[in-house]
């Protein structure tokens, strides 16, 4: 019985892609969920999922429209201060 030595795999050509780490794209995400999705957007691109990409590309265009019409109704319509919203959560934070 001969072992080999040399069982690492060949690479050769352009099979291999540099993405972001998941923990990157988790931590982008915890600071905005845009940032996140931008370098999943990446990622994805990189590795070649076109129908991934334009699910998560759709995603993070709807996330944006919900969340601006969102802010624009607690502005607009209710009339809440967010600057005093904001400061309650950074305090929560610390």
Known sequence: MEIDDNNVSEEQGGDYVEIYS???????????????????????????????????????????????????KLLVVYKIDMTILLFSVFLSLY
């Not at 129908?51 to 996330?63: E, H, M, P, Q, R």
Request: net charge positive; aromatic share 18%.
């Open 22 to 72: 998941k923990t990157a794209i988790f931590w982008f995400s915890m600071l905005d969920p845009i940032f996140g999705g931008a370098l999943l957007l990446i990622n994805l691109n990189a590795a070649g999922y076109k129908k991934a990409f334009y699910t998560v590309l759709s995603g993070l265009i709807l996330y944006t429209a919900v969340i601006t019409y969102v802010e624009n």
